[in-house]
């Protein structure tokens, strides 16, 4: 884990927050000794950082989805007015 001086946290506090949000937590040292530890309030789950594709293989999309149940929305709309 890192630790970063006070000076250097006091100059770069918004790098530093923006870090820990992201679960990169890191401590707070004052003339070399430990004294907080940052960590983010609620760090991102493992299933929250990787949406994206995450049924990948698991579903498949029909060719005619856009066409599924056709006949019967056009009967139940008024077909072709």
């Keep these: 884990m890192e630790i970063v001086n006070m000076h250097e946290a006091k100059t770069h506090l918004s790098r530093l927050v923006e870090r820990a949000a992201r679960g990169e937590s890191f401590i707070i040292a004052k003339a070399g000794k430990p004294l907080v530890k940052v ?3 609620e760090p991102p789950s493992a ?12 579903i498949a999309v029909p060719d005619d989805f856009d ?15």
């Design 39 to 41: 960590v983010a309030v």
């Design 67 to 81: 066409r599924m149940g056709q006949e019967q929305i056009e009967a139940l709309f008024g077909g072709g007015r």
């Design 47 to 58: 299933l929250a950082r990787r949406r994206v594709g995450f049924l990948v293989g698991e």
